[in-house]
């Protein structure tokens, strides 16, 4: 992320020399300079945006990713404040329950989902 924002600020950079470049040239008469300045500002103008693209679409995996994550600690902290509870219940989890669910795992096993 921190390479694509770099990236993109150089490009700004570079067409703002671009851009000046050409605006001198224009005041000079130079055909030459004012033609091959603003190809080259067109060329990092297009590589900014590129870069600015790339870096939205970034931050907004980064973004769910972090509320992912947020969800996920939250739901390991309550299971590490309720260990207590899940150790004194673990025999009925392994007695009672454990046995349905490998059942109903065997079933699934034999689709193809």
Same mark, same amino acid.
């Given at each position: 992320m921190a390479i694509l924002k770099s990236d993109r600020e150089a490009c700004l950079k570079d067409k703002e020399i671009s851009d000046t470049t050409y605006f001198e040239a224009i005041d000079r008469y130079d055909q030459n300079i004012m033609d091959i300045s603003l190809a080259d500002s067109i060329q990092y103008e297009?590589?900014? !945006?590129? !870069?600015r693209i790339q870096y939205n679409a970034r931050t907004s995996i980064v973004r769910k990713l972090v509320f992912y994550l947020g969800l996920l600690q939250q739901k390991y902290d309550i299971l590490f404040q309720k260990q207590e509870i899940m150790t004194k219940n673990f025999t009925v989890f392994r007695d009672d329950i454990l046995p349905d669910l490998n059942e109903i795992n065997k079933i699934l096993q034999q689709y193809d989902f």
């Open positions: 297009n590589c900014a !945006n590129e !870069n």
